[in-house]
């Protein structure tokens, strides 16, 4: 797998449009101009490129009429709202009453073209890796190594309930492998009462506040239930968003809960007695590889009044204790993390694939203006260039495309392509 998030966010800024000097048009943001390959988009990438042909294929900027900024309004990443003459581009998600003019970690004051082209980047840096994707091959680096598993099988001891007593209670789960992703995608409880507006915190060690906060509605009282989460919640090894090498805590505060959990003796550091319950062996030797997983618990004294981390050396550890919870789990290697430490192996075949993008644009724009019949008829011929058998832009990335190369052999074992000759197994980078 691969995150389009983590790719668009480690491309951006990899190559750039150089700056027009035309003040008929709005320049270019600081972040659209912004060069790390040294690689530019202008009329010497394509002749077509200028800003006057941009411009004429583009949104009709000088009539488009953009929502006025709502605090009660919740905005997503790019969202484009203005506050008096001023345009902003929301910069998070979730957006929700946070003044643009004084949210600068929320929202950029920028320009429709550079909005225009800075979603146009976003979305040409998914079509090629798309492309790179199939043409190398990476399924069978990016492959799903554990489907949705639980942790155990079975339910409580009706007759054994837990005591409340202030605590915040759950797992902490340590990835083994990095370039991996943990993907929760069920979460189970079996309490005595239900809980409508139950709460499901997640947190990294690396992080003051909380990476998720799960709102969940319990219906079911003493009978266990699974609650699919409507967003899978991934845990990652590394990535940009914390540090390496941490843990994660899910679990929930016992002072929000309505009721009792239900008691399950539950050991998480080894496999189950085969006799005992076969199941439970079978499905501690699946995800035990991947992750391993401890029950624990926070007294009150140490935990943070406003729900951010609480104080992790004052972590107790239990060994047969899961709170009433059970997680069902997939584990999937995520190449995404690669792609970023080789991002500048990809200058090139971007720079085609916006040039590609662009001349597409061009060639199928709904735009009614003289400028733009004459630009469409040059971009559809400059996409196939077959007359002159000269390369058109899309045999051009085509040939950037096969010429990408990065190495994966920094990546885990569990993930890389393997040779098992029957002297073990060989590990070697495949590009």
């Known amino acids: 797998m691969f995150n389009p998030s983590t790719i668009q966010t480690c491309l951006s800024g990899l190559i750039g449009f150089r700056q027009h000097y035309n003040n008929s048009y709005d320049r270019y943001d600081a972040d659209i101009v912004a060069s790390a390959a040294g690689l530019y ?19 009709n900027f000088s009539k488009t009429d953009v929502s006025v900024y709502s605090a009660v309004t919740t905005y997503a990443i790019g969202d484009i709202v203005k506050e008096g003459v001023v345009i902003y581009e929301s910069l998070v998600a979730a957006n929700l009453n946070n003044l643009p003019s004084t949210s600068v970690a929320q929202w950029l004051p920028t320009n429709l073209l550079s909005a225009y082209l800075r979603r146009l980047v976003k979305g040409s840096s998914l079509n090629l890796f798309n492309k790179v994707f ?31 007593l202030s605590r915040f209670v759950g797992f902490r789960i340590t990835p083994n492998f990095k370039d991996t992703v943990i993907n929760v995608s069920w979460a189970g409880f079996q309490f005595d009462t239900i809980n409508p507006d139950f709460k499901l915190y997640v947190y990294h060690s690396s992080q003051h506040e909380p990476l998720q906060e799960i709102d969940l509605v319990l219906t079911k009282a003493i009978s266990f239930e699974w609650k699919e989460l409507q967003t899978l919640l991934s845990l990652k090894y590394s990535t940009s968003e914390y540090n390496t090498k941490g843990y994660f805590y899910i679990g929930y505060y016992e002072d929000d809960l309505l009721g009792q959990a ?39 004294a140490w935990l943070d009044g406003d729900r951010n981390l609480f104080v992790e050396e ?23 993390d690669v792609i970023c430490r080789s991002k500048m192996a990809f200058g090139d075949a ?39 058998h000269t390369k058109g832009a899309i045999k051009e990335l085509e040939d950037a495309i096969k010429n990408v190369s990065f190495d994966l052999s920094s990546m885990n074992n569990v993930c890389l392509p393997c040779n098992d000759a029957g002297r073990g197994v060989t590990i070697s980078s495949v590009f």
Not at 138 to 163: F, S, W
Not at 317 to 328: A, V, Y
């Open 350 to 388: 971007l720079v085609k694939q916006v040039v590609h993008d662009l001349l597409r644009d061009m060639a199928y724009s709904m735009r009614d203006n003289p400028k733009k019949e004459k630009v469409a008829q040059l971009a559809h011929y400059a996409l196939e260039n077959k007359e002159n």
């Open 134 to 164: 199939a043409q190398k091959k990476l399924y069978e680096v990016a492959k799903t190594l554990l489907t949705d598993t639980a942790l155990y099988d079975g339910v409580g001891n009706l007759a054994r309930k837990i005591a409340k």
């Open 41 to 59: 988009i202008d009329s010497s990438a394509h002749s077509l490129l200028t800003i006057e042909n941009i411009a004429a294929i583009a949104e």
């Open 262 to 300: 239900i008691w399950k003796e539950q050991s998480f550091s080894g496999a189950a007695c085969a006799s005992c319950n076969n199941l439970d062996s079978y499905l501690w030797r699946q995800w035990n590889k991947y992750f391993s997983i401890q029950s624990i618990y926070v007294e009150e």
């Open 314 to 336: 004052k972590a107790i550890e239990l060994g047969n204790q899961n709170w009433g919870m059970n997680l069902k789990l997939q584990v999937q290697c995520d190449v995404s």
